[in-house]
């Protein structure tokens, strides 16, 4: 069973720029949850899809933003990069949307200079 | 709004010595509790969980009770190993309409010397 994958791992960008990152969900998980880590903090939820749809947001501005594929593959999206979005960003995936355990990535390292 | 407050670190022991954790929520209903532990470079691992009051979880030799009337889920473990070095996050389920999300603690480095 492959668990949760997400790409790149490490990421360098501007002030100003975009990134997009990627996570692979775990086989027969169809929930993908973002969560923030900044550095020396707890994970701060960003948002949840399920099914293709947002299914809750955390208090995020709209340049962050997101996609669910129907493989239930999902991007994290932001735009107009500040520094203050240097962190790491972590994808979890559920069995549906309902309190079922998150399988977390390993995450990707975003760097803003 | 709910939040979770846990000790704050480094934690500094010896191996085999005994360890806690302290871990505090404010919720409104009866959410579940969760630990889960990341190693440097990795993402988190879920620990234990539990699900309602007076529960007891367990993992690994750790351990920690859902206690309602003090609203604590604190860890614990009888024996640690230098390979429990990591940072722990105690979190909560925090549920609204249809979404489901996590609300974790700022976590707790622990780290054992041989």
């Known amino acids: 069973e492959t668990g949760v994958t997400q790409s790149p791992t490490h990421l360098i960008k501007t002030r100003g720029q975009q990134v997009t990152l990627r996570c692979s969900s775990q086989s027969g998980h169809n929930t993908v949850s973002w969560y923030q880590q900044a550095l020396g903090q707890g994970p701060q939820f960003i948002f949840q899809y399920y099914r293709e749809e947002e299914n809750g947001r955390g208090n995020f501005p709209p340049r962050f933003s997101g996609l669910q594929f129907p493989n239930y593959s999902s991007e994290l999206n932001v735009n107009a990069l500040e520094l203050d979005d240097s962190a790491l960003y972590l994808c979890?995936?559920?069995?549906?949307?309902?309190?079922?355990?998150?399988?977390f990535g390993n995450g990707t390292r975003l760097t803003v200079t | 709004g709910n939040s979770v407050t846990q000790m704050e670190g480094p934690v500094t022991l010896s191996e085999e010595a005994f360890l806690t954790i302290n871990c505090t929520y404010t919720?409104?209903?009866?959410?579940?509790l969760f630990w889960y532990v990341q190693y440097p470079g990795e993402g988190l691992q879920l620990l234990l969980k539990a699900t309602k009051a007076d529960d007891k979880g367990s993992n690994k030799g750790f351990e920690a009770t859902y206690r309602k009337e003090t609203t604590s889920f604190h860890l614990e473990k009888g024996s640690v190993q230098v390979s429990d070095s990591a940072v722990y996050f105690c979190a909560l389920s925090d549920k609204k309409d249809s979404s489901y999300k996590l609300i974790f603690g700022s976590g707790t480095r622990l780290l054992v010397r041989p």
């Open positions: 979890a995936s559920s069995l549906d949307r309902n309190n079922s355990p998150l399988h």
């Open positions: 919720a409104t209903g009866y959410p579940s």
